[in-house]
């Protein structure tokens, strides 16, 4: 199974900056769990970052670019504050 969240930006947009982050969950469903908890929260300058998600073999990949490095760096921080949330949730409640 592998899901995927495209991002939204034009296609002309100058990325100059990016950097990718792959997280490995004990199951898939795990994966899933979180992906789906973190493609709800929408970048607030779509057109300046931009986020792709995918799942796969019990991994969440995630590829982040922006135009410029503060905004990848505060996008990335956000990013992992609320993954640190949803994977504390799923060590919780995701027993399965």
Known sequence: MAATCPGTAP????WDFSCNLDVNF???QHAFI?????AV???LQ????RRVMSVSNNKLSVHFE???AR???????????VLTLATR???EFGQI
């Open 11 to 14: 296609f002309n947009q100058n």
């Open 26 to 28: 004990e199951t898939e």
């Open 34 to 38: 979180a992906y789906r908890a973190l």
């Open 41 to 43: 929260d929408k970048e």
């Open 46 to 49: 779509p057109d300046k970052v």
């Open 66 to 68: 922006a135009i410029e």
């Open 71 to 81: 905004l990848l760096r505060a996008s990335f921080s956000a990013f992992l504050d």
């Open 89 to 91: 949730t799923i060590q």
